[in-house]
């Protein structure tokens, strides 16, 4: 299938929600198009470029659907865009034709077979994004972070809205996004949130310690 694409600083993964400003005429003219066709476009994770008011980024080859939902105007030249991620794609071919990218693109479904360590994986998961979750703003205290946060019950849901959560950069999230199979992406999503903890808490034990020796200077 074709799809108009949306290059971006953001890896969107299925299952999670994608919440844009969108204020570029280019993206205003191809969401038009996609709202005019009820079809949906691409997210793809940019390798090298901006988002924004420059020439058309170079992106990864793997991307995800975004279904819009949701569009509300902030202003006379913008609006606010809620889409969801639906399925990962493998694009086949580029095309530079336009004021925007699009692309020749395949579904690029994950084998899903749930074993019982994928399982276990899954289970594992549900306190350590918990924990994450209440340890993020001890170190970030002016970020924004999602409270009352409630995964969902699918386990494919569970594991792709974990990926998403995790504050790491781009190409990292962007591996989650390649994963092969299920227990492949099961497994490693655990490893960076188990990895992601263990910093967060040494950061939180050497700024308590640099505090008691500031105070013990003073």
Same mark, same amino acid.
């Given at each position: 299938m074709?799809l108009?694409?949306f290059?971006?600083?953001?890896?969107?993964?299925?299952?999670?929600?994608?919440?844009?400003n969108?204020?570029?005429?280019?993206?205003?003219?191809?969401?038009?198009?996609?709202l005019?066709?009820n079809?949906?476009?691409g997210?793809?994770?940019?390798?090298?470029?901006?988002?924004a008011?420059?020439?058309?980024?170079?992106?990864?080859?793997v991307?995800?659907?975004?279904?819009?939902?949701?569009?509300?105007?902030?202003?006379?030249?913008?609006?606010?865009?809620?889409?969801?991620?639906?399925?990962?794609?493998?694009?086949l071919?580029?095309?530079?034709?336009? @004021?925007?990218?699009?692309?020749?693109v395949?579904?690029?479904?994950?084998?899903?077979?749930?074993?019982?360590?994928?399982?276990?994986?899954?289970?594992?998961?549900? @306190?350590?994004?918990?924990?994450?979750?209440?340890?993020? @703003?001890?170190?970030e @205290?002016?970020?924004?972070?999602?409270?009352?946060?409630?995964l969902p019950?699918?386990?494919?849901?569970i594991?792709?809205?974990?990926?998403?959560?995790?504050?790491?950069?781009?190409?990292?999230?962007?591996?989650?996004?390649?994963?092969?199979?299920?227990?492949?992406?099961?497994?490693t999503?655990?490893?960076?949130?188990?990895?992601?903890?263990?910093?967060?808490?040494?950061?939180?034990?050497?700024?308590?310690?640099?505090?008691?020796?500031?105070?013990?200077?003073?």
């Amino acid at each position: 299938m074709q799809l108009p694409l949306f290059p971006l600083h953001t890896v969107l993964f299925p299952g999670t929600l994608l919440h844009l400003n969108i204020f570029e005429p280019r993206y205003k003219i191809m969401l038009r198009k996609c709202l005019a066709k009820n079809e949906p476009f691409g997210v793809v994770l940019i390798q090298q470029g901006q988002e924004a008011f420059g020439p058309i980024s170079k992106v990864f080859n793997v991307g995800c659907t975004a279904h819009i939902m949701e569009i509300k105007p902030t202003s006379p030249s913008s609006y606010n865009l809620t889409a969801f991620g639906y399925e990962r794609f493998r694009i086949l071919e580029l095309y530079k034709d336009r @004021p925007y990218l699009t692309a020749t693109v395949n579904v690029f479904k994950i084998e899903e077979t749930l074993t019982k360590n994928t399982f276990q994986s899954v289970q594992n998961l549900i @306190p350590l994004v918990k924990n994450y979750l209440d340890l993020l @703003p001890r170190i970030e @205290p002016s970020e924004s972070y999602i409270k009352d946060f409630q995964l969902p019950e699918n386990p494919v849901s569970i594991i792709h809205k974990a990926a998403s959560i995790l504050q790491l950069p781009g190409f990292e999230k962007q591996l989650l996004l390649e994963a092969k199979s299920l227990s492949e992406l099961a497994v490693t999503v655990e490893r960076l949130y188990r990895r992601e903890i263990t910093v967060i808490n040494q950061l939180l034990e050497t700024t308590d310690l640099e505090a008691r020796r500031a105070a013990w200077l003073n």
